[in-house]
């Protein structure tokens, strides 16, 4: 497929009734560009990181009542799953799209993560373009800016991980809505392209690459 960007009903799909509706239209608008953004950025997530990284797009698999509010493309250093390990994220919202590194809480090395970002407290704090995002939740669309964090405030997010048994942290860029539909999809790939050579400083980090 040609990829061209995301529009009006891509981000209405979250407004779809019914598990099954919206399941159905999920597949049929959303998912075939995910699956084009997966195979596009593998190659340069892998070359960009030094890890072979491989494709995820969310099935939803395990819902039997309540849709899906967000979707998503995963990509990590696994076949066969991403949850458990540092990842790169590319996904939507009904408000906004997301570009992200994720740690969630099914990861066994959140400790050992927690404490290199704290080793490196310095570098990230200074180092995370101002306009970049953090959020402690993966399943809650809202995020803080980090322009707008204080330096213990980051330290505490790593702290967090270290000692909360459900901890996450994710951090990258998000784009409202309404700017996602006017990009073309050029831009879009440059911005994606953009966030995720920002964010791989992260990836490196946990994964302990030098």
């Known amino acids: ?22 399941m159905e239209a999920l597949k049929e608008t959303i998912r075939p560009k995910l699956e084009f953004l997966g195979q596009y950025f593998s ?36 076949a066969r799953g991403y949850k458990m390990l540092p990842h790169f994220q590319i996904g939507l919202w009904n408000t906004h799209i997301f570009i992200w590194f994720a740690v969630i809480y099914e990861a066994p090395q959140k400790v050992v993560i927690g404490e290199r970002f704290t080793k490196k407290l310095n570098k990230l704090y200074k180092e995370t373009p101002k306009d970049f995002v953090w959020s402690v939740d993966h399943t809650k669309p809202e ?3 980090h322009q707008d964090l204080k330096k213990e405030e980051l330290q505490s997010f790593f702290q967090r991980l270290q000692t909360i048994k459900k901890a996450e942290l994710l951090s990258g860029f998000v784009i409202d809505r309404e700017k996602v539909i006017q990009l ?3 831009e879009l790939i440059e911005q994606i392209d953009t966030v995720f050579k920002q964010v791989a400083l992260l ?7 030098k």
């Open 43 to 78: 190659p340069f997530l892998t070359t960009l990181t030094g890890d072979e990284m491989y494709v995820h797009v969310a099935k939803h698999a395990r819902r039997t009542i309540n849709p899906p509010k967000d979707t998503w493309v995963a990509f990590a250093n696994n």
């Open 1 to 22: 497929m040609k990829f061209k960007g995301f529009t009006k009903e891509d981000f209405d799909v979250f407004l779809i009734d019914g598990l099954e509706a919206r």
């Open 184 to 186: 073309t999809p050029e």
């Open 203 to 209: 990836y490196k980090i946990a994964m302990n690459i």
């Open 143 to 145: 995020t803080v800016k």
